[in-house]
């Protein structure tokens, strides 16, 4: 009976590895103990086959345990996992270096932790029948000879399966053991690479580099940490390992040979790469966005405080794209949007960065600038570019109204450029736009019609001229009706219906999205509610959260409260959460994060990719789902870089058990795209445009006669 010991300061990690390693054996006997002080007391008087901890523990961390396990007599050969972080290197070369077999990505693959375990048993078990035979039988020469023949191939079998490259070189740098994936990967057998030199199996460049490091293994009895390389094949394939080296002792302790590890990580690379892109530029044009200039405006000011630099940032906002936009369709105003990237870039030339802010909205960063006359003709020679007066451009007249600040003199700080240049390219929107305007400080009339517009919210709230729009979201999975996303619109007396666009930037700035927001989540859980009692069953509900919200107030404390106001279900309730307010969150946010879980809330990052995605908060924070950006869908048919960048945030979202809900559906070849790549849930004009709650109850019982029972009823 094989017996495992498993050590995890967590009670759930517990369960979830004891649940695995009994399905390895009929007859597999499990311990467990939080801490590793008591593992190593429960070792003193017994044996373990196999041990599996984590790294990160009080008291006693991995890879201190496994060095106290190696020093005792019975444990130093049992195979150890060690389970440890995606990006924590570190920790996995502690591990290793401590006498660690082996090592687990956390959260585990359950599959990869059932094929390493079993893999790990046979090889514990071909240990104890060679110290069996030893113990029973009158060892001489001959049988020592084939006793360790035997071990040896057993362990070549063992190590076939290992999902790695393994090779093992002497001290004069000759193959004496490669594992089958090694070998193949050179269109070989083992038996055809043993007894060659280790140039033989990796090439001569990277043959003398291994053979250097196989010296330095020699030389020091130390094993070298895992480092990345960078290997071209004759025939161009690029490929990224992590290898790792380790001293190999006869039982005399002399160092024999070097044991060579290597993990094809190039996938992994190249999904992080992709995020690191898509978190960087602007999905549509390929430029800069606006985080990137961002980390630009820094640098820039960095440099200027060393050098006495100046610099110019032009704020440019297309004048009559909304009209080509609505005239010809969002192709032809996307292909317009290209082709204005396209032609700043090759009008500016290297060393300045061209921008997109989003929608219609560019920025170009002119470092090293003399005076505002060099700015100047800079955007004079933009907007001739715009309005075809040079023909470079190969799209309708469109011009530009431009806002420029000069730095430092008019911002110490990215925002406060970006804000300022803003301003001025409104002044040049309002005077007909076409037009150059740099920023004052008294520019006057936007300070005007904003504070105009607030006082407008103002009242807006008192009035009750805010109502919701409901969006259907779908399950792929079942073609069902999931619930719907709440989606604000603003009824304003004179200008009609106004989308959020039109207004909500302003009412983060002022504050005022805090009574706003908390009037949408009272409002879609009243509607949710005043659902179900009608009959429509359980409709999950979408409500967006503003960053402003979490630093302004308790989140978790409003939702609570709503929740036993309204009598809405917490499980049905979805909290649609930007990348700000997970990238830029303190202790405060991540208090707020974990009372929302407790409440049974769901919580979805909204927007996925726009932002500055990272692996780290998705992993960090109890999410449910992430969202793909309606950007990303709208060319997924025909756009094959779409369609990569769809394909790795779904690949993403499962790997870490999340939800994909894909929105700005709107053409069927979306749908069964999305379909095929195995999104989770969808929404868009496809199915239906924001409405009403009244229309959205129509367009509902239509849809599913059972429904439609039950409102009737």
Request: hydrophobic share 40%; proline share 4%.
């Amino acid at each position: 009976m094989p017996a495992i010991l498993i050590i995890d300061d967590s009670s759930t990690n517990r369960r979830i590895y004891s649940e695995l390693a009994r399905q390895l054996e009929a007859d597999v006997y499990v311990q467990t103990f939080e801490n590793g002080k008591k593992a190593l007391e429960w070792l003193s008087e017994n044996t373990a086959d196999l041990i599996v901890t984590d790294y990160k523990m009080p008291k006693m961390n991995g890879a201190e345990l496994v060095r106290a396990m190696r020093m005792l007599p019975r444990h130093r050969d049992v195979p150890i996992i060690v389970v440890t972080a995606y990006d924590d290197r570190s920790f996995r070369v502690e591990s290793l270096e401590a006498g660690a077999t082996d090592f687990l990505l956390s959260p585990v693959d359950h599959v990869e932790f059932l094929a390493r375990s079993r893999n790990l048993l046979k090889l514990r078990r071909q240990h104890l029948l060679l110290a069996d035979r030893a113990e029973q039988l009158e060892i001489n020469l001959n049988a020592k000879e084939v006793l360790l023949r035997e071990s040896r191939e057993a362990l070549a079998q063992v190590i076939d399966t290992v999902p790695a490259f393994i090779s093992v070189a002497d001290i004069d740098g000759r193959c004496i053991l490669v594992n089958a994936q090694q070998a193949a990967r050179i269109g070989k057998r083992p038996t055809d690479v043993v007894g060659q030199p280790i140039e033989a199996l990796l090439g001569e460049e990277r043959g003398h580099i291994s053979r250097s490091l196989d010296q330095m293994v020699l030389r020091t009895g130390r094993a070298i940490a895992p480092r990345e390389e960078d290997v071209t094949s004759p025939t161009g394939d690029h490929t990224i390992y992590l290898t790792s080296k380790a001293p190999l002792h006869d039982g005399a302790g002399h160092i024999t040979s070097v044991l060579t590890t290597s993990i094809d990580i190039t996938e992994r690379r190249e999904a992080e790469r992709r995020l690191e892109y898509l978190a960087s530029h602007d999905s549509l044009t390929g430029l800069p966005n606006r985080l990137m200039l961002r980390d630009h405006l820094r640098r820039e000011l960095a440099r200027g405080r060393r050098g006495n630099q100046n610099f110019a940032l032009h704020f440019i906002d297309l004048d009559r794209f909304k009209a080509i936009n609505d005239a010809h369709g969002h192709h032809r105003g996307d292909r317009l949007l290209q082709a204005v990237a396209e032609s700043l870039t090759r009008l500016v030339g290297p060393g300045l960065t061209v921008a997109r802010l989003g929608g219609d909205e560019f920025a170009v960063l002119q470092p090293d600038i003399d005076g505002p006359e060099d700015a100047e003709r800079l955007a004079l020679a933009i907007l001739r570019m715009l309005t075809n007066e040079d023909e470079n451009l190969s799209s309708p007249r469109i011009g530009a109204s431009i806002g420029i600040t000069i730095a430092p003199l008019d911002g110490a700080d990215p925002d406060e450029l970006l804000r300022n240049s803003d301003q001025a390219m409104y002044l040049a929107k309002s005077l007909g736009g076409n037009a150059v305007r740099f920023f004052a400080a008294d520019m006057a009339p936007r300070a005007s019609q904003r504070a105009q517009m607030e006082g407008e919210m103002r009242d807006a709230l008192k009035r009750r001229e805010f109502v919701l729009y409901y969006q259907p979201l779908i399950d792929l999975n079942g073609d069902r009706v999931l619930g719907a996303e709440a989606l604000l619109r603003w009824m304003h007396p004179q200008r009609g219906v106004l989308p959020p666009g039109a207004f909500l930037s302003l009412a983060e700035e002022s504050g005022l999205i805090v009574p706003i927001n908390e009037w949408v989540l009272r409002e879609a859980c009243r509607q949710g509610t005043q659902w179900h009692a009608a009959g429509f069953g359980p409709l999950r509900i979408a409500v967006n959260l503003s960053p402003v919200q979490f630093r302004r107030q308790q989140v978790g404390d409003l939702v609570r409260q709503v929740l036993d106001e309204s009598g809405f279900p917490p499980d049905l309730l979805d909290l649609e959460l930007t990348e700000g307010i997970l990238i830029d969150h303190d202790e405060t946010v991540a208090e707020q994060m974990q009372l929302l879980r407790s409440l049974g809330v769901s919580l979805s990052v909204d927007d996925f990719g726009t932002g500055y995605s990272s692996l780290n908060y998705i992993r960090n924070f109890p999410l449910h789902r992430l969202k793909i950006d309606r950007s990303f869908v709208k060319d997924l048919a025909n756009d094959l870089r779409a369609l990569a960048i769809v394909r790795t945030i779904i690949d993403l979202g499962h790997i870490l058990n999340l939800k994909v809900l894909a929105e700005g559906v709107e053409e069927k070849a979306q749908l069964e795209t999305l379909r095929a790549e195995g999104c989770d849930e969808v929404q868009g004009y496809y199915f239906s445009r924001p409405v009403p709650a009244e229309a959205f109850a129509l367009w509902l019982s239509q849809r599913d006669g059972r429904r439609a029972v039950a409102s009737a009823s």
